[in-house]
C-alpha cells in the first residue's frame, strides 16, 4: 500500500472541519444527554410504579434497539414530522441524545442506589430536607462513582456519532467516505479518520481520569 | 422531653414493635438493652422518624411527629442522633462534616460554623483531625466526630443506635468517655447498646426489651441486681 499524501492533504480542511462538527455533535450529545439522563434516571426511581413506568419503558425502548435504526426513524420520519425538511445535524443531535440519556439514566441510577443508605439517614437526622440530603450528601459522592461509567458511556458517543455520517451530516466520517467515493481509495481516509477519533477518545479518558483524581478524598 | 404512647410498628406482615409507652424526661439518660431483633434499634429509630410509624403517638418537645402537619425537619433539627455504622460524610473533611448542618439547615455563616464546630472538636478531643477526611481516622475517632457533628446542631435529645457495637474493642473507652461527659453535662439520652457497665454507672433507668414489648424498666441498680421477669434474668444471666 503506497499511502498518497497529496489527497490526504487536499482534504485535510474537510478532516479539520469534520472533526469540529463531530465533536460538536459529541459535547451536544453528552450534555443534553446528561440532563435528560439524570431527569429520566429520578423518574425511573420514583416509588409509584404508574409513575416510574414510562421512564422504564423509555430506557428499554432506546437501549433496546440499534442507533442506526433510531437515527434512520429520527432523520427522515420524527424530524420532517416536526418541521417539514430532514436536517441531518438536528437529527444527529437528537439521536445522539437520546440514546445516550437511556445510557447515562441507568449509571446516574446505579450511582445514586449504590450510596450506603446510612448517608441519607444521617443527613435527614440533621434536620436537611430530602433535596439539601441529595444534593450536598448523596450527589456529590454518586457523581464520584458514576465518572467510569460515565467516560465510557461519553466514548462510546463520540464512537457513535459517526453514525451521523449516513444521514449527510458533514462530520468526521461523513468526509471519510467522500474521500473514497472521490478518489476509490479506502486506507488513506479511514486511517485517518480512526486516528482522529483516537485522538478525541483518549482527550477525553484523560480529562475524565485527571477529574477523577482531584474527588479522591484520601 | 420524650412521650412515647401505644407506639406500633411492623413491616408487612411483621411486627416489631407490639405496644411501647415511654415517658423521657429533660436531663435524663435512658439505656435501652435486649436481644438482637428486640425491636430497640427500631424503637429508637421511631423517635425521629427514620422509620415510619404504622400507629400510636411519638411526642418531641409537645409536638406529635406523627401528625402529618408538624414539621419533621424541624423537630428533627432538636434530636441528634448517632449511628452504628458512624455514618460520617466521606467526601468532606471532619470540620466540614460538622458545619454542613448548622450553615444549610440553621443558615449559620461559614465562619460561626467552623468556630462552633473546632470547639465540638476539641470537646472530643480531635481538633487536630479538623482538616482530615473520616477515612484517615480509627474506628472511635469517627465515632467522636459524629458526635460532634450531632451536637453541632445543639439538640435537646440524643439518641444513640449502638454506638460501640462496630468498634474494636480498645476504641469502645474514648466513645464512652464523650458519652459520659455528655450525660453529666446534662444532656436528654435515649441509649441503645451493649454496654452493660455504661448502662449501671450512666443510666438513670434502664428498659428491657424483648419481642417488640417493654419487658421491664428500673433504675440500673434494681434492673441488674434484682430483676423481676424471668425474661430479663434469662437475659442478664446471658452479657453479665
Redesign the interface.
Known sequence: MDIQWNILAEYAPFFLKGTLLTIGLSLAGILIGTILGLFIGLGKMMKNKWLSFPFGLYITLFRGTPMLVQIMLIHFAVVPLFTGGTNGIAAAILTLSLNSAAYIAEIFRAGIQSI?K??M?????????HV?AMR??IL??AF?RMIPPLGNEFIVLIKESSLASLVAAPELMYWGRAMQGQYFRVWEPYITAALIYLILTLSLSYVLSRLERR?A?? | MIEVKNLKKSFGANVVLKDINVTVKPREVVVVIGPSGSGKSTFLRCI?L?ESITDGHVYIEGIDITDKKSDI??V??E???V?Q?F?????KKVIENIM??PM??RNVTAEQARKKGLELLRKVGLEDKAET?P??LSGGQKQRV?IA??LA?EPKIMLFDEPTSALDPEMVGEVLEVMKQLAKEGMTMVVVTHEMGFAKEVGDRVIFMDGGLIVEENTPNQLFDDPKESRTKAFLSKVL
Request: aromatic share 8%; no cysteine; hydrophobic share 40%.
Open positions: 450506603d446510612g448517608q439517614e444521617a443527613a435527614r437526622s440533621l434536620g436537611m430536607t439539601q450536598y450528601v456529590p459522592q464520584k474527588l478524598t484520601e | 425521629n427514620l425537619n424541624k428533627r433539627t434530636v441528634g442522633m449511628f455504622q455514618n460520617l460524610f466521606p467526601h454542613l448542618a444549610k439547615v477526611y477515612d484517615s459524629a457533628r450531632a446542631m
